[in-house]
């Protein structure tokens, strides 16, 4: 036998077990069927339909190719994380990448005009771990879907956390709104932190998820809704760049919305610590909920996403901290920035 042959099999015996799927044949005539019958299954757990067999076909390829690259990294079986399936199985990462992701810093930002103090510089006694779940500041994970604006996600769970933390209640705020109405970014097209607190500031709010739900496409900005404010901020600031320690302040403070750089192992992420392969640029933007330390001594950032709750640990990704490299893995200490909320 082959490589290829031998390697097909050796995928395909270990979709048995990561599939747990029963009863089917092992022999070689019946490996395509079987990558087929393991898509079925996949089509079925996620309720996806194509629009006709070619497609179906199309797709079929994708996902064995995926599936490759997952069982190929998990059986070197060397890192502190690993790969698995989840609803963007069947996509290549280009179009994922395109699809899900869109951070962009505009053209015309600079950084003079974002100059500001950082708070919590003269913090020392952040606790050794943190995690805004259990404090109650953090909402269920949401799923932007095949719309480039994860840049609004990140705001809105940073403004949700500091909502929580100064007035006690937790409420799941508008997306759609920041879509819509944040001129200086691009919607579904790609945008950027600081500008969507800019908006909110000067808008005096943002308005519930509840009261503009989301739609995951760009609309015309609804003057109505978007000045029926839920929560509102007094500013944002930013923490100083390529500083995990300052980062860690700021996360022990409140929750932090942080650019970073994606590309496969990323979007395949299934559990445990991730320590890169990353992108190539700052392409995606998450917000920081948390951060611990492992058994085994491994710093890591709690991550939240917006790619729905079968992406990684349920929506989540512990990411290593402290890696040594002054940018953090994958960039995540390159630009995170916070909303602020004086009460006087
Ligand atoms: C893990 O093992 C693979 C295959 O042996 C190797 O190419 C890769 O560099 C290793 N990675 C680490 C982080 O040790
Ligand atoms: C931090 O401490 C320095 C020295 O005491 C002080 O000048 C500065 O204003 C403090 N920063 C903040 C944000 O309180």
Avoid at 69 to 74: H, P, Q, R, S, Y
Avoid at 246 to 269: D, K, T
Wanted: hydrophobic share 35%; net charge negative.
């Amino acid at each position: 036998m082959g490589f290829t042959t031998t390697f097909v099999i050796a995928i395909f015996v270990m979709m048995l077990g990561t599939l747990a799927y029963q009863g089917m044949s092992r022999t070689l005539v019946d490996e395509q069927a079987s990558i087929n019958d393991l898509h079925e299954q996949w089509m079925k757990q996620y309720g996806r339909t194509y629009a006709d067999d070619a497609e179906k076909e199309r797709r079929s390829q994708i996902f064995k190719q995926n599936m490759g690259f997952v069982e190929k990294f998990n059986s070197e079986g060397n890192r502190t994380y690993k790969l698995g399936y989840n609803e963007f199985s069947d996509l290549t990462t280009q179009e994922f990448l395109t699809y899900y992701t869109g951070y962009e810093k505009p053209a015309h930002y600079s950084k003079s005009s974002g100059i500001k103090s950082f708070r919590y510089e003269n913090f020392t006694d952040a606790p050794t771990s943190m995690d805004w779940k259990d404090k109650g500041a953090v909402t269920p994970i949401k799923n932007q879907l095949q719309c480039a604006c994860c840049w609004a996600f990140s705001a809105v769970a940073a403004v949700e956390g500091i909502t929580q933390i100064k007035t006690g209640k937790l409420l799941s705020l508008s997306e759609q709104q920041l879509v819509d109405c944040v001129m200086d970014n691009q919607g579904c097209r790609g945008g950027f932190m600081d500008t969507a607190f800019e908006y909110i500031q000067e808008n005096q709010g943002i308005s519930s998820e509840e009261n503009y739900d989301y739609e995951a496409m760009d609309g015309t900005c609804d003057t109505m809704r978007s000045r029926n404010p839920a929560a509102r901020i007094t500013g944002y600031e930013d923490v100083p760049t390529n500083n995990e320690e300052a980062l860690r302040m700021a996360v022990s403070a409140q929750p932090v919305s942080v650019a970073i750089s994606v590309g496969e192992e990323f979007r395949m992420y299934r559990t445990g610590i991730f320590s890169g392969g990353c992108g190539q640029t700052l392409n995606h933007a998450v917000t920081l909920i948390g951060y611990g330390e492992s058994e085994d001594g491994n710093k890591y950032w709690l991550v939240k996403n917006s790619w729905g709750e079968t992406w990684g640990e349920y929506g989540y990704m512990k990411l290593l901290r402290e890696s040594g490299d002054a940018e953090g893995v994958c960039g995540i200490a390159s630009k995170a920035s916070y909303p602020t909320l004086s009460t006087a």
